[in-house]
RNA sequence: GCCAAUGUAGCUCAGUUGGCCAGAGCAGCUGAUUUGUAAUCAGCUGGUCGGGGGUUCGAAUCCCUCCAUUGGCUCCA
């Protein structure tokens, strides 16, 4: 007998070799239908596979990270089944679980597969589930397994399994297919009782661009069909709230085919939003001892190949503006770092005057690849709210400390909860990569480590990650799809003070090299309007939004008063509209609801008779009749708490 | 840049075995109505069917090409 430990550190005993299975049919004959795989002393595995000795083990179901991932993985297995099926000869690449579903990298040969045939795949997929086959587990040598799919023809996992270390390889068998696999996979794919083959798309073998492109399959399934009808409409619900279409509704931006791809056009409500956004920043930042610069929108090309941007990614970029000056050369600037820089250079500095930080808010213009812009997201012109930190090796932390305050400040301001944040440093494998040296990169990272800790960030930290000129922080959100978004940036940066020759005069009257901290608490302004949107599904708030409240008379009769209402309100600067259409009190409330106005501002014959307003608020319905100078207080209070930074 | 798909009015979308002057709803304009908490009624305007080329007696519809957009891949200062 061997003695299993559960997580509520119980412990039962069972035969030697019994399985994840048995031991959830032990406890409940519906827990055993459940079960997709087992952690058996941290190390996940298939549910039917035999416990040889004592083991503290969890069961994994389709409500935790293990148990959905074994699912998602045995069903890029089956839809491998499927494709195999339905297009014989097909090469396999990897067919990973992912965050949301799963996919499949092919070789189809000369196949050209379309999305219309995803249809075909799916039913494929449908059919071999309910035949309910078994996923068998076997080890073999790696020269078995090398001569296995050599004769098969799988180059590529011929590829993955040379890399693989000596020993034991593991295959899984189901049905016809059998893959090479690690695992865990479930006990058999009857399982699977809801398939949806999602999308299609071409993905480099291994991810590199100069290998050749496979076919990607994606797909989702789900343990109910409950689940799939619920994912789809979830996925409804996030296009409602896709900024594209909220920026289009809204009236806050827009492209031009003639302008240019890439290249957004701020509309007037937009416009306001944003430059509210930038004033709500500069307030901040003028706090914490930033000055304002303004820089040009190009520089001579020497300044870049100076920054080194030149060489890196010049030949990718817009190219050259050439003058008639003969050899002259400009460049659309791709950042700002280099005019600060030069700004920096400008007069000798002291040990004193440290740290200087220069913020600008500075549009800069990168020719991103054609396939990768995408609404306000990536584009190839946009503002940076970008600031430069020149100071000593030894004012790293504490300036690296108070960057994080403003990101935080604005993150809570506006009720950015779920950011993640990724801390990048050396490759320690490879430390010739970089430039500075040891010891301040050393300094740099503990820096950034610690005081990420010390503000209560949990933060991944990724080795190798880092920028060849130094470690940074970066801080992330999701879209309303799921696609992560990288918006704040803080960078220790050692290489443009030595490009630059950038200096300061020390307390010992010699010339000592400052440190640059690049930063942008919102990325982009572009971007993070974007993300804005989609957090907020075009419900700003109330300091933020374009329009505070719209006033709507119920007819003609109360126009005079209406517009009394309506002037009253913005000298007091509050952002207030008037909705004079001759329309019925309905279709106005409905019209400005969809336009998102916080507050609708309903005046009649018993509003003027009382000198009062009907407030309406977005989202909650009437909240009952005040009087209008009652309406700005409460409007202000609601701004000040808002921006609070308590 | 690569793979796949899409492109019809400001927006959302009908319209292909190739065939009368290309349709609808919303928006816009005009008029009627003077309205009480999510759509009042009627009329009108609006499209070189993404651009160019081709096949055909005839193309929104079939073919080629370019552009843009969408979902991925690669890239991302």
Same mark, same amino acid.
Not at 416 to 435: A, C, E, G, V, W
Not at 480 to 497: E, F, M
Not at 641 to 646: G, I, M
């Given at each position: 007998?061997?003695?299993?430990?559960? $997580?509520?550190?119980?412990?039962?005993?069972?035969?030697?070799?019994?399985?994840?299975?048995?031991?959830?049919?032990?406890?409940?004959?519906?827990?055993?239908?459940?079960?997709?795989?087992?952690?058996?002393?941290?190390?996940?595995?298939?549910a039917?596979?035999?416990?040889?000795?004592?083991?503290?083990?969890?069961?994994?179901?389709?409500?935790?990270?293990?148990?959905?991932?074994?699912?998602?993985?045995?069903?890029?297995?089956?839809?491998?089944?499927?494709?195999?099926?339905?297009?014989?000869? %097909?090469?396999?690449?990897?067919?990973?679980?992912?965050e949301?579903?799963?996919?499949?990298?092919?070789?189809?040969?000369?196949?050209?597969?379309?999305?219309?045939?995803?249809?075909?795949?799916?039913?494929?997929?449908?059919?071999?589930?309910?035949?309910?086959? =078994?996923?068998n587990?076997?080890?073999?040598?790696?020269?078995?397994?090398?001569?296995?799919?050599?004769?098969?023809?799988?180059?590529?996992?011929?590829?993955? &399994?040379?890399?693989?270390?000596?020993?034991?390889?593991?295959?899984?068998?189901?049905?016809?297919?059998?893959?090479?696999?690690?695992?865990?996979?479930?006990?058999?794919?009857?399982?699977?009782?809801?398939?949806?083959?999602?999308?299609?798309?071409?993905?480099?073998? +291994?991810?590199?661009?100069?290998?050749?492109?496979?076919t990607r399959?994606?797909?989702?399934?789900?343990?109910?069909?409950?689940?799939?009808?619920?994912?789809?409409?979830?996925?409804?619900?996030?296009?409602?709230?896709?900024? +594209?279409?909220?920026?289009?509704?809204?009236?806050?931006?827009?492209?031009?085919?003639?302008?240019?791809?890439?290249?957004?056009?701020?509309?007037?409500?937009?416009?306001?939003?944003?430059? *509210?956004?930038?004033?709500?920043?500069?307030?901040?930042?003028?706090?914490?001892?930033?000055?304002?610069?303004i820089?040009?929108?190009?520089?001579?090309?020497?300044?870049?190949?100076?920054?080194?941007?030149?060489?890196?990614?010049?030949?990718?970029?817009?190219?050259?503006?050439?003058?008639?000056?003969?050899?002259?050369?400009?460049?659309?600037?791709?950042?700002?770092?280099?005019?600060?820089?030069?700004?920096?250079?400008?007069?000798?500095?002291?040990?004193?005057?440290? $740290?200087?930080?220069?913020?600008?808010?500075?549009?800069?213009?990168?020719?991103?690849?054609?396939?990768?812009?995408?609404?306000? %997201? +990536?584009?190839?012109?946009?503002?940076?709210?970008?600031?430069?930190?020149?100071?000593?090796?030894?004012?790293?932390?504490?300036?690296?400390?108070?960057? =994080?305050?403003?990101?935080?400040y604005?993150?809570?301001?506006?009720?950015?909860?779920?950011?993640?944040?990724? =801390?990048?440093?050396?490759?320690?494998?490879?430390?010739?990569?970089?430039?500075?040296?040891?010891?301040?990169?050393?300094?740099?990272?503990?820096?950034?480590?610690?005081v990420?800790?010390?503000?209560?960030?949990?933060?991944?930290?990724?080795?190798?990650?880092?920028?060849?000129?130094?470690?940074?922080?970066?801080?992330?959100?999701?879209d309303?799809?799921?696609?992560?978004?990288?918006?704040?940036?803080?960078?220790?940066?050692?290489?443009?003070?030595e490009?630059?020759?950038?200096?300061?005069?020390?307390?010992?009257?010699?010339?000592?090299?400052?440190v640059?901290?690049h930063?942008?608490?919102?990325?982009?302004?572009? *971007?993070f309007?974007a993300?804005?949107?989609?957090?907020?599904?075009?419900?700003?708030?109330?300091?933020?939004?374009?329009?505070?409240?719209?006033?709507?008379?119920?007819?003609?009769?109360?126009?005079?008063?209406?517009?009394?209402?309506?002037?009253?309100?913005?000298?007091?600067? &509050?952002? %207030?509209?008037?909705?004079?259409?001759?329309?019925?009190?309905g279709?106005? =409330?409905?019209?400005?609801?969809?336009?998102?106005? $916080?507050?609708?501002?309903?005046?009649?014959?018993?509003?003027?008779?009382?000198?009062?307003?009907?407030?309406?608020?977005?989202?909650q319905?009437?909240?009952?009749?005040?009087?209008?100078?009652?309406?700005?207080?409460?409007?202000?209070?609601?701004?000040?708490?808002?921006?609070? +930074?308590?």
């Open positions: 007998m061997i003695k299993i430990t559960f $997580p509520d550190s119980r412990v039962k005993e069972y035969p030697v070799g019994t399985t994840g299975l048995e031991i959830a049919q032990s406890l409940s004959p519906q827990l055993a239908k459940e079960v997709l795989a087992i952690s058996v002393n941290g190390e996940i595995r298939d039917t596979r035999a416990i040889t000795e004592n083991s503290a083990i969890r069961l994994h179901k389709w409500d935790d990270a293990e148990g959905k991932h074994a699912f998602w993985h045995s069903s890029a297995h089956l839809m491998a089944e499927a494709i195999e099926n339905l297009y014989p000869g %097909t090469k396999f690449g990897i067919g990973p679980a992912i949301n579903g799963f996919y499949y990298d092919v070789d189809l040969g000369e196949k050209v597969l379309s999305e219309t045939e995803l249809v075909d795949i799916e039913s494929k997929m449908i059919e071999l589930a309910a035949r309910k086959s =078994i996923f587990r076997e080890e073999i040598s790696k020269p078995e397994a090398l001569d296995l799919f050599s004769k098969k023809g799988d180059e590529y996992k011929v590829e993955l &399994i040379s890399d693989l270390e000596d020993g034991t390889i593991t295959l899984y068998k189901h049905g016809s297919f059998t893959d090479l696999c690690r695992g865990p996979h479930l006990p058999d794919t009857s399982l699977i009782k809801a398939i949806k083959v999602t999308s299609l798309a071409g993905a480099y073998w +291994r991810g590199d661009e100069k290998r050749k492109q496979l399959i994606y797909g989702i399934t789900f343990p109910k069909k409950s689940m799939l009808d619920e994912y789809m409409i979830l996925l409804e619900e996030a296009k409602k709230r896709d900024h +594209r279409k909220v920026g289009r509704d809204l009236e806050l931006f827009t492209f031009s085919q003639r302008v240019g791809s890439g290249l957004p056009l701020w509309l007037p409500k937009g416009a306001a939003l944003r430059e *509210r956004l930038e004033n709500f920043l500069k307030k901040i930042q003028k706090e914490y001892g930033y000055e304002g610069v820089t040009p929108h190009i520089g001579q090309k020497e300044l870049y190949v100076t920054s080194g941007h030149y060489a890196k990614y010049g030949k990718d970029s817009f190219q050259p503006i050439t003058t008639p000056v003969e050899g002259e050369e400009f460049l659309l600037k791709p950042m700002n770092c280099p005019h600060h820089c030069e700004i920096y250079k400008y007069k000798p500095r002291s040990y004193k005057d440290l $740290p200087v930080r220069l913020a600008e808010f500075g549009t800069v213009y990168r020719y991103e690849q054609s396939g990768e812009l995408h609404g306000l %997201t +990536r584009v190839r012109g946009f503002t940076q709210d970008d600031a430069h930190i020149f100071c000593r090796p030894d004012q790293i932390k504490e300036e690296f400390s108070k960057v =994080i305050d403003i990101v935080l604005i993150f809570k301001t506006l009720d950015f909860k779920d950011f993640t944040t990724q =801390i990048s440093l050396r490759d320690p494998n490879n430390p010739d990569k970089y430039i500075g040296s040891d010891e301040n990169w050393n300094k740099a990272e503990q820096a950034i480590i610690e990420t800790s010390e503000k209560g960030l949990t933060a991944v930290v990724v080795p190798g990650e880092a920028a060849f000129y130094g470690p940074k922080l970066d801080f992330m959100v999701k309303a799809i799921g696609r992560k978004w990288q918006l704040g940036t803080i960078q220790v940066d050692y290489n443009l003070p490009r630059f020759e950038l200096e300061y005069i020390g307390q010992d009257n010699q010339k000592h090299r400052p640059m901290i930063r942008a608490p919102f990325g982009s302004m572009e *971007r309007v993300v804005l949107i989609e957090h907020t599904a075009g419900k700003f708030p109330i300091w933020l939004t374009p329009d505070q409240a719209i006033v709507l008379p119920i007819s003609e009769k109360y126009q005079n008063y209406a517009e009394g209402v309506l002037k009253l309100l913005n000298n007091s600067d &509050i952002r %207030t509209l008037i909705d004079d259409r001759n329309e019925k009190i279709k106005k =409330i409905r019209d400005n609801e969809l336009k998102r106005i $916080p507050y609708l501002l309903i005046v009649g014959e018993k509003e003027e008779t009382e000198g009062t307003i009907s407030v309406r608020k977005q989202g319905g009437d909240l009952g009749s005040m009087k209008p100078e009652d309406f700005i207080n409460l409007i202000r209070k609601e701004v000040d708490e808002a921006l609070s +930074r308590d």
